[in-house]
């Protein structure tokens, strides 16, 4: 069962039933619409792999197993390394998955098979929520967080970026890391702190239980886990969906200036460098 009751209210708003007919469009739409959707019965990684046929294909990842599918469990003292940190069993802040690759997979599902004895609930934001929360109580952080050149994320293969990317026809789409892997502009640092208050004041709390799992689109939510205890055993995709999904997403509300400048490249003096000493592997990026 889930635990505490806006936990279960939040998994809820998000169900649906991967078994039932037509499950595969409802999920499509809902993405489109809310970003999220939870789902359970996935028990096994033949049923996750079994879902996920009618959802994405699926990208490569570093640490992934030849499955397609990455093993999400505490590996010890290896996950102190940069970009390992989901590995182990302390706090994972939000972020966005592959934030160091040009083009982050568009779709991340995980699945819990076994549940921590203590902790390890998923922190999910909606970046819609972040961003009308900024709109409205920091606006010129909007404005600063929207330039590109902003943030850097990744080792020496990393990619330059911004936190909010805008899209035709006022979409937005969001990507930020809060690790050695995640470097950003002067410009930006100081609304770092508003940023972070919108993402915990916007963090829906879920408690999976087995079988259970989460399906977001990363380019419009921040995931996160608190620290645990004990066995925790979860599998996670990342991939392509099979249906199409615009650009970004709707923005909540439009800041008090004009995002009309925000594609424009900073002067150097003002761009994160190139942080070449978080590498981790030669040209990996995470």
């Known amino acids: 069962m889930l635990t ?9 708003d998000f ?35 079994g879902f996920l046929q009618q959802i ?18 505490d590996i010890g003292c290896a996950s102190r390394r940069p970009g390992l940190a989901g590995l182990g069993s302390g706090e994972l802040r939000a972020h966005t998955e592959r934030s160091g690759t040009p083009t982050p997979p568009r779709l991340m599902l995980l699945v819990c098979l076994r549940p921590a ?3 390890g609930e998923v922190l999910l934001t ?29 080792g020496g293969g990393g990619h330059p970026s911004s936190i909010f990317t ?51 689109d990363n380019h419009r939510y921040l995931h996160a886990r608190t620290a645990f205890i004990g066995p925790r055993l979860c599998v996670r995709a990342l991939g392509t969906p099979l249906f199409q999904l615009t650009d970004g997403f709707a923005a909540a509300q439009a800041t008090a200036r004009s995002w009309a400048g925000a594609t424009a490249v900073l002067p150097s003096a003002h761009r994160t460098t190139r942080p070449g000493a978080f590498a981790h592997g030669a040209g ?3």
């Open 284 to 286: 990996e990026v995470r």
């Open 117 to 119: 004895t203590s902790g």
């Open 15 to 49: 169900y649906v039933d991967p078994r039932d007919d037509g499950s595969g469009s409802v999920i499509a739409r809902q993405l489109r619409e809310l970003g999220a959707v939870t789902v359970d019965g996935l028990l096994s990684r033949k049923a996750v792999l």
């Open 4 to 12: 505490p009751t806006r936990t279960r209210a939040r998994f809820e």
């Open 126 to 154: 909606d970046g819609r929520a972040i961003q009308g929360n900024l709109a409205t109580r920091a606006p010129e952080a909007m404005e600063a967080m929207s330039r590109r050149g902003t943030a850097f994320y990744g």
């Open 56 to 73: 994405m294909t699926l990208a490569p990842h570093p640490d992934s197993d030849p499955d397609g599918l990455t093993t999400i469990k």
């Open 166 to 216: 805008p899209h035709p026809a006022g979409r937005l789409s969001i990507r930020f890391r809060q690790d050695e892997l995640g470097q950003f502009s002067p410009l930006v640092t100081g609304y770092l702190p508003a940023l972070r208050s919108a993402i915990s004041a916007h963090e829906n709390r879920l408690d999976l239980q087995p079988g259970q799992g989460y399906l977001i």
